[in-house]
Structure formats: structure tokens, C-alpha cells
């Protein structure tokens, strides 16, 4: 298959290249990047629901933490880890947040997963910072992209090859000794365009180590360049992107009681933790119109990935010192010694790659799309663990543990993918959209006894191939009204350490609609319903399966979740020259297993984890039409289960608290070109546990401030 991929991806080039290229002075429109929806008025017409936080929003809220910019989507549901949101764990309607591993992720069209289909979790995540809009696709028309298809699919969109030369520079400061930029600058001459952008981000974090000087801070560097070239009917497209991370983050949260102290404490057995990683992406795309009604794209791609999480285990003490065991305590107030203490060093290499052609053919009242992917991916786990003893509230180095078994091995799969879509202007008013998608996937583990890694210890393998078919429709009720529906099939990959007894996560999900469009005034209401045939938990460390697993795939059961989504954005405009936007989005969730399962526990009616019932934002805006606007932004999440079935024990620990936080900014053009501004997150400093994996209690960030500096080149 693969072959006959790149023989065909060869031959599209060999053709597109008798088209005639064309002359430097005619070159004036930018080089545009892998789009998925466009502007957030393409949105509103949709054959499914989506939504698009656009360059204006992103700009206003100048926020590097990307949990908080799509706590903003309906649909979307977000599970605080570190509260800087370096490590994001997202979800959408039915696809549950953990690890970001239920959606798939794309930076400029291409999958961004350390490992997309054997390790899909996203322990790197692009930065926020550096991107010109954030589209997210759900519905049936999802299906052209993939591989997770049950939920949606989130596309973070760089800027564009500018058609003249010309940049932004954005500096912010703030608290806990923050410093952000944010800088790019690029242009086109003749046939030729180019763009450079860094992001430079650093902080001490807000957290205090005990008995440490060490800070719970990070820094990060991030680089990307693009070059192009735009012939006569024809674009090619290069990027390459590196970044690097270090950050002094633990998987130790804090007992409830501590937590209640102090929210922003850490132990001081956690003082060693950090995660030090570094990614490379490179991609290039050749795009062609071979005639008036036919297009072909050509995406080759290739993303490495590497990671050292250095850190040790603290769940089974803050357990024990939840449920009132005194010694436990002590050790994690450093009053008492302890030996043996392990930190492990979490060191995983990633590579994913790949090349993808797509067709696109205009025939009237059609718009047919005709493609295929073929991709593999590989983690490398080799984990040694360092050994250490608690003194005198110190730590004290004393052995290696060399990597065996589980700590040492290789996982990977290799995917075709098919797609077949179909936007037909049936009529005036209706218009259809019609999916269908192929996956086949084949994933192998090797584990190994010895750290020379002669022979695996173990081998298992998987495979699976799925069809997934879709459709979905709007109808055009009158000019301002239209109603919309859809219903498609999910899917998701078993990962790396399946076997082949294993079945992967199928559903058929469906939504239903009805938008109003009246000038200024945009209101849309979906409901959506997706039923499980074996709903699945991707286990790690970071995300414990409900079961306690953290590796490997815990099936529960048959389940449902059913839900709705609100939203509305209005503009009000005064004689005076002021303007009040204003933009409303709520959710609600209804997710439960829906038959029992002896095997594995569940029982019907169990809430299914990191799902919560409502949620809840706010965007309210006053411009002055003076070069003076401030913006306040309000978000509400509700409670949520740590694992499935916490709805029958009511047991505290086994669920986080529901957090109302608001956010406020205010801006002042000095210029056309310069701009100040003020940003405080969590205006009334309110922390709860807004998260309890990997283990403890762990809080949102608290009142923060900062003031920042904007000017256009």
C-alpha cells in the first residue's frame, strides 16, 4: 500500500508540473495554510457544528494556556493538570478529555499526536501563542479527517505567507516572574514567500516546593519557518518547526486537607520532578489546480518527538494520608524518613510520519473529495529509575534501577486511510454532506527482559479495519432560519499495546439542529447523541483508567451520552461610538454506561469519567471605538467524575469540584501600530480541586496579573 501511495503521490507531481508557471509580477496573494472550516462565518453554514476562535479573539485575550481559550466552545470539555495548561488534557461531546487522546489534533492540517494511532496521548501540545485561529469540526463531516472520529477534530492554524512584508511583536510580564513573546515576520517577492516566528516563554510557576529554593516554573522556545512558492495555478508549502521544554512539573498533587491550607503548596519529595522535552516537525504541501474544476494536494509530513518526565509517585501516600494514616502524612511533610523512594525517568522517543493526496473535483452541484493517507508512528520507551531516601526532610541519591519489562519497550502501528466525500447543492435550500472513511490499522508492542534488548520477553499485535460511513444536511427554512442533522459512525484506534482479541471503540453519533441568523444576532442550539457498542479508556499514568490500569485500553461497556449545546454572539452598537459584543455558549452532558458489564464492573447508569454535566461562558465585550476596550471573559465547569461510577460511592475523593472563574482585559491603542494592555486571569482568585489525576488534589491558577506590549512592523 505504501508503494502505491508515493508511486501515486509521484505521479501527481509529474503532472501538475506541465501546468505553466507563472510570471513573478502577477505573484501578490499569501501562501494560506491546511484549513478545515475557515472563517467563523463559514461556521454558521455548516452541514454539522463546529466553531472557530478567530485572529480577533486570540489577539484580545493574548493567552498562552489553550484550556482556557476552549473552555469558550460549546462542546468541548477541559481537565486541569498544572494550570498553566502545558499539558492539556481535551475532550469533545462524547470523546472524553484524557491526555487529549479521544480527538484528533492538527496543526495546519497535519496530525500533531506524539504518535497518532499506537500512543495518540498529547504530552506535547503546539503553543497557543503562535497561532492565528483554532478550528474545531464535529458532525459527520468530521470524517474526512481522522483517525478519532467519535468526538472531533481540533485544527490549530499558524499565520499565513503575508502577501507584503510586515510582522507583529508581543511582549507580555507578570507575575510569578512571567515573560512571554511572541514574534514573526515575513513577506513575498515575486513568486516567493517566506515567513519566521518564535515564541519565547518562561515562568517560576505559582506553586511553592516545600523546603526547596527550587521554583515549579518552565521555560520554552519555540521556532518556526515557512517558505513558499506560488506558480501560475500551483503552491508549494514548506514548514519547519522546533520547540523545547523544560519544566520543573510533578505528577504529586495535594491530600484535601493540605489542599485547603494551601492550594498552591507542593511536597517537597516532588522538589526533583521535570519534564525536559523537544519536538521537530517538518511538512511540505504542493497544491494544484489541474483544471478549472479539478484540484490536487499533495501533504508529506514527519513529526519527532522526545521527552524525559522525570518524577516519582506520590498516590499511594496521599491515600493513605486522605484516609487519616498519620505516618503517611509525615512522610509527605518531610518529618519522617522513608527508603526506597522511586523517580522514575518517564524517557520516551516518538516519530510519526507520512503522505497524504488529496482530489478535489467541482461538478456543479457537487463537490467531491477523493483521498488516502498513508502513516506510521513508533514510541520508544526506555525508563530507568532512580532510588532515593527521605533524611531529615532531604533526598538522598542511592541506587539505579536499570529499565525491564514494561519500562523497556517499542510500540507502533502502521495506517491506510481512505476518505470519499460529497457537498451536493441538492437544492436551493438543502444541501447535503455525504462521508465515507476506511481505516485500516495494524499496531505491534515488543516488550524486553534485558536492557540490551536482544530478544522481546512478549509480543502482541492488532489489527482492525473499519468502515465509517456518514450524513449530514442544513436546510434553509427562510433567510435567518436553517436547520441541520446529521448522523456518522465513530471510531477509535486500540493503540500500541493491543492484542488481537481486542475490539476498537466504535459508536454511531448523531446531532440535530437549528440556527438563526439575523444581522448582527447569531443563535445555534444542537442536541447530540452518541451510543457506544464498547466505550474505551486510554490508560496512563497521567490518566488512570477507571479500573486503576495506566497502560494499556480499559473497555467498559455499552454506553450513551446525550447532550446539548447553546450558543449566541450579538453585537450592540451605540451613536456614541461604543460597542458591546457579547458571545454565550453553554453544554450540557448526560453520559452513562447503559448496560452492565460483570467483567469489568460497570453498571448501568454508572456517570462515565472526565465528562461533567454543565458548562458554562461568557465572552462580554466594551469597545470604545477610541482605541480603549476592555473584554470579560466567564467560564463555568461543573463537577466531574475522576473514574466511571462515581455517581454510586459517593466518595469526595473520587470527584472534582465545579469552578467559576473570570477573566478580565483591558486594551489601549497608542497607534495604529502599537497597543498596550492589562490581563488579569481568575479576577476574584477563586481555587478548588479542579482536577485530582494523576494524583492528589491539584488547583487552577490562582489571581494572576500582567501587562503586555503589541506593535505591528
Known sequence: MKQTLIAAAISATTLSATVQAQSADSANSSLQVIRIIGSAQEVQQLAGSGAVIDPRQLEIEANTDINQLLKTVPGLYVREEDGEGLRPNIGVRAAAGGRTSKVTLLEDGVM??????????????????????????????????????????????????????????TVKAGEHNAQDIHAWYGGTSGQFGWLVDTVQRSSDGFKRIDRSNRDAGYEIQDYM?????????????????????????????????????????????????QMDNHHAGLSLTYSAELTDRVSLSVLGYENSFARDWFKTSLGSLINAANSGDAEAQAVLDGERDIEGMQYKHNNRAYTSRGVEINTRIDLDAHQVEVGVRDHSDEMDRFQPVEVYDQINGSLVFRDVIQPTGGNNRVEGADARSLWLTDEWQATEALRVNLALRYEDVDTFREQFSATDRGQPGSVRSSESQEWLPGASFT??????????????????????????????????????????????????????????????????????????????????????????????RNTWRFDNGWRLPAQLSYTYTDA????????????????????????????????????????????????????????????????????????LISRYSLSEQATVFLRVENLFDEQVIIGRAPHGGRPNKPRTASIGFQYDL
Open 112 to 169: 500533531i499526536a506524539p504518535a497518532p494511532y499506537s500512543n495518540p496521548a498529547a504530552y506535547y501540545f503546539p503553543e497557543a501563542y503562535r497561532m492565528n485561529s483554532i478550528e474545531i469540526l464535529k458532525g459527520a463531516p468530521l470524517l474526512r479527517y481522522g483517525p478519532q472520529t467519535t468526538g472531533g477534530v481540533i485544527n490549530l492554524v499558524t499565520p499565513s505567507i503575508p502577501a507584503d512584508n510586515g510582522g507583529r511583536v
Open 225 to 273: 519557518v515557512k517558505l513558499g512558492w506560488t506558480g501560475e495555478r500551483q503552491q508549494l508549502l514548506a514548514k519547519l518547526q522546533y520547540s523545547e521544554q523544560v519544566s520543573n512539573e510533578t505528577y504529586a498533587g495535594l491530600t484535601d486537607d493540605d489542599f485547603a491550607a494551601d492550594p498552591n503548596r507542593r511536597y517537597g519529595l516532588s522538589e526533583i520532578d
Open 475 to 568: 436546510y434553509d427554512l427562510n433567510p435567518e432560519w436553517q436547520v441541520l442533522a446529521g448522523v456518522h459512525r465513530g471510531f477509535a484506534p486500540l493503540g500500541g499495546g493491543a492484542t488481537d482479541k481486542q475490539e476498537p471503540e466504535t459508536s454511531i453519533n448523531y446531532e440535530a439542529g437549528v440556527r438563526m441568523n439575523r444581522e448582527q444576532l447569531f443563535v445555534e442550539a444542537v442536541a447530540f447523541r452518541s451510543d457506544f457498542d464498547n466505550q474505551s479508556e486510554n490508560c496512563s499514568i497521567a490518566s488512570p483508567c477507571s479500573n486503576g490500569a495506566t497502560s494499556g485500553s480499559f473497555v467498559t461497556s455499552e454506553a450513551v451520552v446525550n447532550g446539548l449545546e447553546l450558543q449566541a
Open 592 to 663: 452513562e454506561i447503559s448496560k452492565d458489564n460483570q467483567a469489568t464492573g460497570v453498571m448501568d447508569g454508572d456517570v462515565l469519567a472526565d465528562i461533567p454535566e454543565n458548562l458554562f461562558s461568557l465572552r462580554l465585550g466594551l469597545e470604545s471605538g477610541m482605541g480603549w476596550d476592555n473584554h470579560l471573559v466567564a467560564k463555568y465547569m461543573d463537577t466531574t467524575c475522576v473514574s466511571t461510577g462515581c455517581n454510586r460511592d459517593n466518595d469526595r475523593f473520587d470527584e472534582t469540584e465545579s469552578l467559576f472563574v473570570t477573566d
